[in-house]
């Protein structure tokens, strides 16, 4: 790639171009010019994020006058999960032990079960032996019932996948690549391993319902409501960028419920005030909403979002013997975003 850049700018002449992603529901119309050269003509966006779609919906909207928000988050979030389980090839879900992936995960099951697929859905978790997050996506997975699988990685793993990331990712962010490295030996084991094709994952829901620990200290609903919507116009340069180029480097189909249009617009819409974390406790209201339905264990709905944590590797200078530090950090500083102080 950067070959091909590098010689892309001695034919640019000096003149000076911006290089940038295809923002998504946009589209643009251009003319051919007679020299060969291409004239911009529009640039339209045609899908804002919490817009109601236009195509008929699953569940008619006005069904949902009828019910109570948690209600409505429950049926709407099944419905999402349900219409992703269209599929020729055996279904699987990402697990990590939290909230996000074990509602899908859950609700994958149990939908699966009442459609009698003749297969047990396969659940997939990574991490360090014995983490927390492979403890708790133990204990979700003995409760749903899936045909579990757990898989370790060591330093060297992580050394000898990430020029692959990186050329998959084709992007240099830190903390995308430090996030893809896990979800790239994921999907690699999955695809060598399993016959599992179509992943379903929680991705979406930190971004829709605030559940980034930062979410804590907005000044007001409002700035809340706001940083959620920036999110989410982003995400595809992020986290959904992380999630789709490391499963479909390996022919995986990735389907994401949290994302579905008519809930994450119905999720949108609600009061400002309700979205917001609650008593310390972020994604409340995605929590509450599935309260008393034993779909998860009670200490799995409403487990804390622990502050990021990642490995650090070093190694000495013969680079066989490597170390691991424990470091902890926040997710984003809260001074670049809602213009607070915070401290590290």
Not at 55 to 71: A, R, Y
Not at 115 to 126: M, R
Not at 195 to 215: C, K, N, P
Request: proline share 4%.
């Amino acid at each position: 790639m950067v070959p091909g850049l590098i010689q892309m700018k001695t034919e640019l002449n000096g003149n000076s171009y911006k290089l940038e992603p295809f923002p998504p529901s946009h589209f643009e119309s251009y003319e051919i010019d007679e020299d060969g050269k291409c004239t911009l003509l529009e640039r339209k966006c045609y899908y804002k994020i919490g817009q109601k779609p236009a195509f008929n919906l699953l569940v008619p909207f006005e069904d949902l006058q009828k019910k109570s928000v948690t209600e409505n988050i429950r049926t709407l979030l099944t419905a999402s999960v349900k219409k992703r389980l269209m599929a020729e090839r055996r279904i699987g879900c990402l697990l990590s032990g939290g909230l996000d992936s074990s509602l899908v995960a859950a609700l994958t099951v149990q939908l699966a079960k009442e459609a009698n697929l003749p297969y047990k859905i396969q659940t997939f978790a990574i991490g360090m032996e014995d983490s927390p997050d492979i403890v708790a996506a133990r204990k979700v997975a003995a409760h749903i019932g899936s045909e579990h699988h757990d898989v370790f990685f060591t330093a060297e793993d992580v050394i000898q996948a990430l020029d692959a990331v990186l050329y998959h990712l084709e992007t240099a962010d830190i903390t995308t690549v430090r996030a893809s490295v896990g979800m790239y030996l994921l999907s690699r084991y999955i695809k060598e391993n399993t016959d599992s094709t179509v992943i379903l994952s929680g991705e979406g829901a930190d971004e829709l319902a605030q559940g980034y620990i930062y979410f804590r200290d907005a000044p007001s609903p409002t700035d809340a409501h706001a940083e959620s919507l920036r999110l989410l116009k982003d995400i595809y340069l992020y986290d959904g960028l992380r999630a789709d180029r490391t499963t479909s480097a390996f022919s995986l189909e990735l389907r994401v419920p949290f994302l579905d249009l008519q809930f994450s617009s119905y999720y949108l819409s609600l009061p400002e005030e309700i979205r917001q974390p609650q008593g310390g406790v972020e994604k409340h209201l995605l929590r509450s909403a599935f309260s008393n339905t034993n779909l998860l264990p009670h200490e799995i709905l409403w487990r804390h979002k622990e502050a990021f944590r990642f490995q650090v590797f070093t190694m000495d200078i013969d680079g066989n013997n490597f170390v691991s530090k424990e470091m902890y950090c926040v997710e984003m500083l809260k001074l670049s975003i809602f213009g607070t102080t915070c401290e590290l």
